[in-house]
């Protein structure tokens, strides 16, 4: 039985890379690697990611994952 592979379309692709983008940021700033200006420039894509709600149950998921790391990197953000 073949695999289904999952839709692709460019609001899903975009919301993947903003969900794996969040961890990136987290451990960046955790590290100091990155700047406080590079980290939200880099938050801004996943913001510009979600800002559209999607249809798709995948794409929903996506937006919710983002929007919590959106949230906690925010924080962070703000707290120092």
């Not at 990155?34 to 249809?55: G, N, Q, T, Y």
Request: glycine residues 4%.
């Amino acid at each position: 039985m073949p695999n289904q592979i999952p839709s692709s379309t460019p609001k899903i692709n975009r919301l993947r890379a903003a969900a794996a983008l969040i961890p990136i940021i987290e451990r960046g700033l955790l590290e100091s690697r990155f700047s406080r200006e590079r980290a939200a420039l880099m938050a801004s894509f996943c913001e510009w990611a979600v800002e559209k709600p999607s249809d798709d149950p995948e794409g929903v998921k996506l937006a919710e994952t983002v929007g919590d790391g959106l949230k906690r990197i925010k924080s962070v953000l703000s707290a120092a």
